[in-house]
């Protein structure tokens, strides 16, 4: 299991034009036959901070999600509106099931 | 529905003295009737950086959380192994199921 928090940080001014582009990120990835969940959420205090809360079953299936067509394709479109560098944490459960 | 991210900067010296504190305030938490979620992870590249990842259905549920005997007891113990300030971030779904 590998969990993912992935975090973006989009300029203001182009918070309706990046929506529509994580909609279909989110959309898409979902119907990957590997990924386990992806959900994006907002900063209740900031509302270009995004972040993924992910899960794989493990690395192959990252690796796999960021060579799809959406990923190549929808990623970069998304980062030509940040204003920071996006950030991501790999991690495991400290206490599985 | 409120998500929570909660990260902790632990000092590598002190990890298996947190680990048991991390545990009992896990389970302690799960048993709160209000607690969606509340998991821990920890971050591949460092082994002290731990993630929580929480679900509460309000601000009132989280403020309770953070009111109860096992927090009030068990965080600043947690604490006094930080080697840098804990961090959170509170955030709402992005596309609501």
Redesign the interface.
């Known amino acids: 299991m590998l969990?993912v928090?992935a975090q973006d940080f989009i300029r203001l001014d182009a918070i309706e034009t990046v929506?529509p582009l994580?909609?279909e990120l989110?959309e898409l990835t979902r119907l990957e036959p590997l990924n386990v969940s992806y959900?994006?959420?907002?900063?209740?205090?900031d509302p270009g901070?995004?972040?993924f809360?992910e899960e794989w079953p493990d690395r192959a299936a990252l690796d796999a999600h960021c060579a799809t067509e959406h990923f190549t394709r929808l990623v970069p479109q998304i980062d030509a509106h940040q204003r920071a560098a996006d950030t991501y944490?790999?991690?495991?459960?400290?206490?599985p099931a």
């Open positions: 969990k928090i929506l994580y909609r989110v959900e994006l959420f907002v900063d209740q205090e901070h995004f972040i809360v944490i790999q991690m495991r459960r400290v206490f």
